[in-house]
């Protein structure tokens, strides 16, 4: 019994020390978005926040209606790529 006791005093240790880095690991990658590769110039956009706010400019400058980017047709990625590197 006095093994058993100090097995779960030590597993509870455990996880009271690791699991603010575990909780902490899974948050910070909630933000970060996926990659997506621009053919044209041979590089890959962040499709975070800061991508979606320049998306969203392209779609009302060209006065396209939402879509999401994934959806629209490699002409119209095309498009939205040339624009995007010209706002740099």
Known sequence: ???LSQ???SAAFAIAL?????????????G???RVYDPGYGDYHV??????????????????AHVDFRKRPAAQ????FTW???QR
């Open 7 to 9: 097995y779960l005093v």
């Open 77 to 80: 990625q095309k498009e939205y």
């Open 84 to 86: 995007r590197h010209n």
């Open 18 to 30: 690791l699991s603010p880095a575990v909780i902490t690991g899974c948050s910070a990658r909630v």
């Open 47 to 64: 499709w975070d926040a800061n991508e979606a706010a320049f998306y969203s400019r392209w779609e009302g400058e060209t006065h396209r």
């Open 32 to 34: 970060v978005g996926y």
């Open 1 to 3: 019994m006095r093994h």
